[in-house]
Protein backbone atom coordinates (compact mmCIF):
# COMPACT_ATOMS: atom_id res chain seq x y z
CA UNK A 1 0.00 0.00 0.00
CA UNK A 2 1.28 3.94 -0.52
CA UNK A 3 1.92 5.71 2.03
CA UNK A 4 3.42 8.84 3.04
CA UNK A 5 5.14 10.24 6.27
CA UNK A 6 5.88 13.78 7.08
CA UNK A 7 7.88 13.63 10.47
CA UNK A 8 7.90 16.66 11.69
CA UNK A 9 4.42 18.58 13.03
CA UNK A 10 6.46 21.98 12.69
CA UNK A 11 8.92 23.38 11.24
CA UNK A 12 10.43 26.45 12.43
CA UNK A 13 12.73 28.95 10.54
CA UNK A 14 14.18 32.17 10.66
CA UNK A 15 13.61 34.71 7.81
CA UNK A 16 16.33 34.70 5.22
CA UNK A 17 17.24 31.33 6.04
CA UNK A 18 16.93 27.70 4.23
CA UNK A 19 14.39 25.58 5.12
CA UNK A 20 13.55 22.02 4.47
CA UNK A 21 10.28 20.10 4.94
CA UNK A 22 10.72 15.86 5.15
CA UNK A 23 8.76 14.07 3.59
CA UNK A 24 9.52 9.90 2.86
CA UNK A 25 6.88 7.45 1.02
CA UNK A 26 6.32 3.79 0.75
CA UNK A 27 5.22 2.62 -2.32
CA UNK A 28 5.09 -0.23 -5.13
CA UNK A 29 6.72 0.64 -8.39
CA UNK A 30 7.28 4.01 -9.31
CA UNK A 31 6.50 7.06 -7.04
CA UNK A 32 4.51 9.94 -8.46
CA UNK A 33 4.93 12.74 -5.81
CA UNK A 34 3.67 15.85 -5.07
CA UNK A 35 3.91 19.00 -3.00
CA UNK A 36 0.80 20.81 -1.95
CA UNK A 37 0.95 24.20 0.54
CA UNK A 38 -2.58 24.96 2.12
CA UNK A 39 -3.01 28.58 3.23
CA UNK A 40 -5.50 29.21 6.60
CA UNK A 41 -9.06 28.81 5.07
CA UNK A 42 -7.81 28.36 1.36
CA UNK A 43 -7.58 25.19 -0.58
CA UNK A 44 -4.27 23.43 -1.86
CA UNK A 45 -2.28 24.52 -4.03
CA UNK A 46 0.58 23.00 -6.50
CA UNK A 47 4.05 24.08 -5.82
CA UNK A 48 5.84 21.09 -7.52
CA UNK A 49 5.89 17.21 -8.87
CA UNK A 50 8.07 14.39 -9.42
CA UNK A 51 7.51 11.81 -12.18
CA UNK A 52 10.85 10.63 -13.96
CA UNK A 53 13.81 12.68 -14.99
CA UNK A 54 16.11 14.68 -12.54
CA UNK A 55 16.13 14.32 -9.22
CA UNK A 56 16.40 17.66 -8.19
CA UNK A 57 12.39 19.46 -9.28
CA UNK A 58 12.17 22.94 -9.26
CA UNK A 59 8.47 24.56 -8.48
CA UNK A 60 6.81 27.47 -8.01
CA UNK A 61 7.93 30.30 -5.43
CA UNK A 62 11.22 29.39 -5.50
CA UNK A 63 10.40 26.02 -4.05
CA UNK A 64 12.61 22.97 -5.00
CA UNK A 65 12.44 19.04 -3.99
CA UNK A 66 14.90 16.60 -4.00
CA UNK A 67 13.87 12.85 -4.96
CA UNK A 68 16.07 10.30 -3.29
CA UNK A 69 15.01 6.86 -4.12
CA UNK A 70 17.48 4.74 -1.78
CA UNK A 71 16.02 6.52 0.79
CA UNK A 72 12.47 7.14 -0.08
CA UNK A 73 12.61 10.64 0.60
CA UNK A 74 11.41 13.46 -1.29
CA UNK A 75 12.30 16.54 1.01
CA UNK A 76 10.99 20.08 0.09
CA UNK A 77 13.79 23.06 0.31
CA UNK A 78 13.37 26.47 -0.30
CA UNK A 79 17.31 28.18 0.18
CA UNK A 80 15.61 31.92 1.52
CA UNK A 81 13.01 31.48 3.36
CA UNK A 82 9.99 34.02 3.20
CA UNK A 83 7.41 35.27 6.15
CA UNK A 84 4.89 34.76 3.55
CA UNK A 85 6.21 31.39 3.23
CA UNK A 86 4.58 30.42 6.66
CA UNK A 87 1.79 27.65 5.75
CA UNK A 88 0.83 23.75 6.33
CA UNK A 89 2.86 21.85 3.81
CA UNK A 90 1.69 18.86 2.40
CA UNK A 91 3.65 15.65 0.65
CA UNK A 92 1.63 13.74 -1.20
CA UNK A 93 2.10 10.38 -3.34
CA UNK A 94 -0.05 8.84 -6.45
CA UNK A 95 -0.11 5.16 -7.25
CA UNK A 96 -1.02 5.63 -11.32
CA UNK A 97 -3.02 2.51 -11.18
CA UNK A 98 -5.54 4.36 -9.35
CA UNK A 99 -6.15 7.46 -11.07
CA UNK A 100 -6.58 10.65 -9.38
CA UNK A 101 -6.10 9.31 -6.23
CA UNK A 102 -3.76 11.32 -3.81
CA UNK A 103 -2.41 9.80 -0.33
CA UNK A 104 -1.17 12.80 1.74
CA UNK A 105 0.75 13.10 4.58
CA UNK A 106 0.04 14.22 7.84
CA UNK A 107 1.14 17.35 6.91
CA UNK A 108 4.14 20.24 8.39
CA UNK A 109 3.17 23.52 9.92
CA UNK A 110 5.92 25.71 8.46
CA UNK A 111 6.32 29.16 10.63
CA UNK A 112 8.97 31.59 9.01
CA UNK A 113 9.98 34.20 12.00
CA UNK A 114 11.70 37.95 11.09
CA UNK B 1 -9.46 30.43 -17.22
CA UNK B 2 -11.95 29.96 -14.27
CA UNK B 3 -10.28 28.20 -11.06
CA UNK B 4 -11.90 25.14 -9.50
CA UNK B 5 -15.31 26.34 -7.71
CA UNK B 6 -17.34 24.97 -4.85
CA UNK B 7 -20.81 25.68 -3.55
CA UNK B 8 -21.20 26.58 -0.82
CA UNK B 9 -18.60 28.07 0.93
CA UNK B 10 -19.61 27.27 4.61
CA UNK B 11 -22.62 25.22 5.82
CA UNK B 12 -24.00 24.39 9.31
CA UNK B 13 -26.28 21.41 9.77
CA UNK B 14 -27.50 19.63 12.56
CA UNK B 15 -27.10 15.88 13.18
CA UNK B 16 -29.40 13.50 11.03
CA UNK B 17 -29.50 16.15 8.32
CA UNK B 18 -28.35 15.54 4.85
CA UNK B 19 -26.09 17.79 3.01
CA UNK B 20 -24.89 18.22 -0.84
CA UNK B 21 -21.59 20.07 -1.86
CA UNK B 22 -21.25 20.99 -5.22
CA UNK B 23 -17.74 21.27 -7.23
CA UNK B 24 -17.24 22.90 -10.79
CA UNK B 25 -14.00 22.11 -12.33
CA UNK B 26 -11.94 23.46 -14.67
CA UNK B 27 -13.43 24.06 -18.06
CA UNK B 28 -12.14 20.98 -20.26
CA UNK B 29 -10.89 18.81 -17.22
CA UNK B 30 -13.22 15.72 -16.68
CA UNK B 31 -11.75 14.39 -13.91
CA UNK B 32 -12.99 15.66 -10.63
CA UNK B 33 -11.87 14.16 -6.87
CA UNK B 34 -13.18 14.45 -3.52
CA UNK B 35 -11.64 15.13 -0.24
CA UNK B 36 -12.05 15.41 3.26
CA UNK B 37 -9.67 17.11 5.37
CA UNK B 38 -9.92 16.55 9.20
CA UNK B 39 -7.53 17.83 11.88
CA UNK B 40 -7.37 14.08 13.34
CA UNK B 41 -7.48 12.36 10.18
CA UNK B 42 -5.77 14.76 7.78
CA UNK B 43 -6.57 14.62 4.14
CA UNK B 44 -8.30 11.44 3.03
CA UNK B 45 -9.19 10.53 -0.50
CA UNK B 46 -13.17 10.38 -0.73
CA UNK B 47 -13.83 9.44 -4.63
CA UNK B 48 -12.90 10.43 -8.10
CA UNK B 49 -15.19 10.70 -10.65
CA UNK B 50 -14.35 11.01 -14.74
CA UNK B 51 -16.94 11.19 -17.40
CA UNK B 52 -19.59 10.56 -14.72
CA UNK B 53 -18.32 7.41 -13.35
CA UNK B 54 -17.17 6.76 -10.44
CA UNK B 55 -13.77 5.27 -11.02
CA UNK B 56 -12.05 5.50 -7.33
CA UNK B 57 -13.36 5.32 -4.01
CA UNK B 58 -11.81 5.18 -0.53
CA UNK B 59 -12.74 4.21 2.69
CA UNK B 60 -15.61 5.92 3.80
CA UNK B 61 -19.40 5.05 4.84
CA UNK B 62 -22.07 4.63 2.23
CA UNK B 63 -23.70 7.81 3.55
CA UNK B 64 -21.17 9.65 1.24
CA UNK B 65 -21.99 9.49 -2.25
CA UNK B 66 -21.11 11.27 -5.19
CA UNK B 67 -21.79 12.16 -8.68
CA UNK B 68 -20.96 13.88 -11.90
CA UNK B 69 -22.71 15.55 -14.52
CA UNK B 70 -22.23 16.06 -18.56
CA UNK B 71 -20.78 19.26 -18.07
CA UNK B 72 -18.40 17.58 -15.49
CA UNK B 73 -20.01 19.09 -12.45
CA UNK B 74 -19.80 17.13 -9.49
CA UNK B 75 -21.80 16.74 -6.36
CA UNK B 76 -21.17 14.49 -3.67
CA UNK B 77 -24.11 14.21 -0.81
CA UNK B 78 -23.22 12.90 2.71
CA UNK B 79 -26.93 11.44 4.62
CA UNK B 80 -27.42 10.98 7.89
CA UNK B 81 -24.64 13.35 9.41
CA UNK B 82 -22.84 12.94 12.54
CA UNK B 83 -20.46 14.97 14.23
CA UNK B 84 -17.24 13.60 12.93
CA UNK B 85 -18.54 14.41 9.36
CA UNK B 86 -17.88 17.89 10.11
CA UNK B 87 -14.91 18.78 8.25
CA UNK B 88 -13.60 21.24 4.95
CA UNK B 89 -14.42 18.79 2.07
CA UNK B 90 -12.07 19.56 -0.83
CA UNK B 91 -12.30 19.10 -4.86
CA UNK B 92 -9.77 18.54 -7.08
CA UNK B 93 -10.32 18.96 -10.51
CA UNK B 94 -7.42 16.74 -12.70
CA UNK B 95 -6.47 17.81 -15.92
CA UNK B 96 -6.10 15.11 -18.95
CA UNK B 97 -5.64 11.66 -18.48
CA UNK B 98 -2.00 11.96 -16.46
CA UNK B 99 -3.36 13.38 -13.24
CA UNK B 100 0.10 14.99 -12.69
CA UNK B 101 -1.70 18.19 -11.38
CA UNK B 102 -4.89 18.55 -9.61
CA UNK B 103 -6.05 21.73 -9.03
CA UNK B 104 -7.86 22.27 -5.66
CA UNK B 105 -10.90 24.34 -5.00
CA UNK B 106 -11.26 26.48 -1.69
CA UNK B 107 -13.44 24.15 0.00
CA UNK B 108 -16.85 23.32 1.79
CA UNK B 109 -16.44 24.50 5.82
CA UNK B 110 -19.12 21.57 6.71
CA UNK B 111 -20.02 21.84 10.87
CA UNK B 112 -22.14 19.75 12.08
CA UNK B 113 -23.76 20.58 15.46
Known amino acids: AQSVAQPEDQVNVAEGNPLTVKCTYS??????LFWYVQYPNRGLQFLLK??????LVKGSYGFEAEFNKSQTSFHLKKPSALVSDSALYFC????????????FGQGTELSVKP | KAGVTQTPRYLIKTRGQQVTLSCSPI?????VSWYQQTPGQGLQFLFE???????NKGNFPGRFSGRQFSNSRSEMNVSTLELGDSALYLC????????????FGPGTRLTVL
Open chain 1, 92 to 103: AVRDPNQGGKLI
Open chain 1, 27 to 32: VSGNPY
Open chain 1, 50 to 55: YITGDN
Open chain 2, 27 to 31: SGHRS
Open chain 2, 49 to 55: YFSETQR
Open chain 2, 92 to 103: ASNGGDSYNEQF
